[in-house]
């Protein structure tokens, strides 16, 4: 039993400070805010998480888009190089996936967008709410 107990106590530690070294790593994304607050270094590889900020997408060569993605406390320019799905738009909940870039602009290589007019990605939501911003309208 004192043997059983003592390798309990071990794995028990062990999974303790795994889960205290992933702390930052297990978050589905990082808001604006987050990662103006977090200073995260460029190039490493993210989730950005917000609203799609209104007048922000613009449209460069080819397939190339550029919008800002906003927690309403912060905006964070995005530039995506491919086509973004059906039901992106301004004003919508939206996560992406990439890096930033040295210039401070989110190179994305992934757009996730709501699947219809009243869903918002829960993290979304639920940041919003944290920070203050939450619109009753939007629905999760």
Same mark, same amino acid.
């Given at each position: 039993?004192t043997f059983i107990?003592?390798?309990?106590a ?5 999974v ?8 930052d790593t297990?978050?589905f994304?990082? $808001?604006?805010?987050?990662i103006a607050?977090?200073? #995260?270094a %460029?190039?490493q590889?993210f989730?950005?998480? =917000?609203l +799609?900020? @209104?007048?922000?997408?613009?449209r460069?060569e080819?397939k190339q888009?550029?919008?800002?993605v906003?927690?309403?406390? $912060?905006?964070?320019k995005?530039?995506y190089?491919? #086509?973004? %799905?059906?039901l992106f738009r301004?004003?919508? =909940?939206? +996560?992406? @996936? ?20 009243t869903?918002?990605?829960p993290?979304?939501a639920?940041?919003l709410?944290?920070?203050g ?6 629905k999760?």
């Open positions: 039993m107990g003592g390798g309990l071990i794995l028990g530690v062990a303790g400070l795994v889960l205290f070294a992933l702390e297990i978050v994304f990082y $808001s604006p805010t987050d607050e977090k200073k #995260i %460029p190039g590889r989730r950005l998480g =917000g +799609v900020a @209104e007048g922000s997408v613009v460069g080819g888009v550029y919008f800002s906003t927690d309403q406390n $912060s905006v964070l995005v530039k190089d491919g #086509i973004l %799905p059906d301004e004003g919508q =909940g939206v +996560v992406t @996936e990439g890096k930033l870039d040295t210039s401070g602009v989110f190179a994305a290589d992934t757009v996730l967008a709501k699947h219809d007019e869903y918002m990605p993290e979304v639920a940041a709410k944290k920070q911003n939450w619109k009753p309208e939007a999760q």
